[in-house]
DNA sequence: TGTACATCAGTGAACGCGCGTTCACTGATGTAC
DNA sequence: TGTACATCAGTGAACGCGCGTTCACTGATGTAC
């Protein structure tokens, strides 16, 4: 029983690993069996077939991160009453532990599954799309904090800005993956504080 | 000779579009060569593999890229001399451009690339790098005019503001693609403009 | 202008390897009485 | 407490299909004399 849990686990680590270096598809199921120290029969005992190996990564990498932020902003919140100043400490937070990840942040499953959208069956992508709903939800209640104790120096769509937070985060792991930067994704959250400071900071400087 | 070029160039159409959709691992040269109607040593007279044909993909991609902004940046240049406004318009002329793709950007050959590393050879993983750092000197260019004209009402990183244009188009790709909302791409573009603009205009209101 | 040869732009068939998947089986652990 | 059976968590071998790649070939176009 904790022994299933465990093989199940090891699965879907070593494949989480390979999938963000290679992509979905070049991950072999021969490869994460050898890894996970186990034979391909018995990777079929835990999943029925790849897609839902896909399926299953992608709910718990939602999951890992959504406690993520859920703690990350509650710290944020500790550290200030005012909702602007604890989203500006939220975003610090944000970086510091991406630029804290040795090789910058490992990537993102959404991302791979969105850019290998046919391979997937319709259940995987509505998966995805929903934690991308559920992303702006999340930040869309942070705004509409701030944005009641402070005028936007810039009127802007709230659920955009909202959506601007995982675009950058995302943007960044793309273009840090590209040129082999890992610090870049740190950078570009600073850059989305900046912005949101000089949005909502009572004019002046 | 001209015939084959109109061949390769056939082969790189149907080969780009489906890769944008699906990944380049999930596109066959089966496929390909069928929808190109040619068959498949047709196609290894024009690639030697499929390698090749990734680094192909690439190159052209970055080439018609780099000639759209540059067309779309000189247009902004003709439409105000001011250094900020230009960069401005210049971003909305490019959230336009891409609001009025019928199905939002059909997504960036270098991001596939990126999320899929260990599919290609040093030599397409250069290929992609010098893209984008080729960005970041664009961008860099223009928001050097524009900081010696303007102070910066928050003093950031001029190569980190660069990368957020290149950052915040890939992310929005990413995210529009996630979610099936292909305006995505041209909101986050206007909010990058608002940023932009915010971090130059002197100070008012 | 005609002939000989070379190159171009492919064709068609075959190959072999790796992949995802299946299936009959098995030893260890759990449960009923 | 011992025995019978069921379920759990896999094993091992095989399969067949699609994939990238190769290779011997060919008809059409270009070039030399």
Redesign the pocket.
């Known amino acids: 029983?904790?022994?299933?849990?465990?093989?199940?686990k090891k699965i879907l680590d070593v494949a989480e690993e390979a999938v963000l270096v290679k992509g979905f598809?070049a991950?072999?199921?021969?490869?994460i069996v050898a890894s996970a120290e186990?034979?391909?029969?018995?990777?079929?005992?835990?999943f029925?077939?790849?897609?839902a190996l896909a399926r299953a990564l992608i709910e718990r990498h939602i999951e890992v991160e959504n406690q993520l932020f859920d703690d990350l902003f509650a710290r944020a919140r500790d550290l200030s009453d005012d909702p602007l100043q604890s989203v500006l400490i939220g975003l610090k937070l944000l970086a510091e532990l991406i630029e804290n990840m040795p090789d910058g942040h490992p990537g993102c499953i959404v991302a791979t599954a969105a850019y290998q959208d046919r391979l997937f069956d319709s259940d995987v992508r509505e998966v995805n799309r929903r934690a991308v709903l559920g992303w702006r939800r999340r930040f869309r209640t942070m705004f509409d904090a701030v944005a009641g104790c402070y005028p936007m120096n810039d009127p802007v769509d709230l659920d955009h800005l909202s959506d601007m937070v995982s675009s950058v985060i995302e943007g960044g792991i793309i273009m840090s993956r590209a040129v082999g930067e890992p610090q870049i994704t740190a950078q570009q959250i600073m850059l989305l504080r900046s912005y949101i400071k000089l949005l909502f900071s009572p004019a002046v400087q």
Not at 1 to 8: F, I, V, Y
Not at 27 to 31: F, G, H, V, Y
Not at 38 to 44: A, D, L
């Open positions: 029983m904790a022994r299933a849990r465990e093989t199940r598809d991950t072999s199921i021969d490869e186990i034979t391909k029969s018995g990777f079929f005992y835990h029925r077939d790849k897609n």
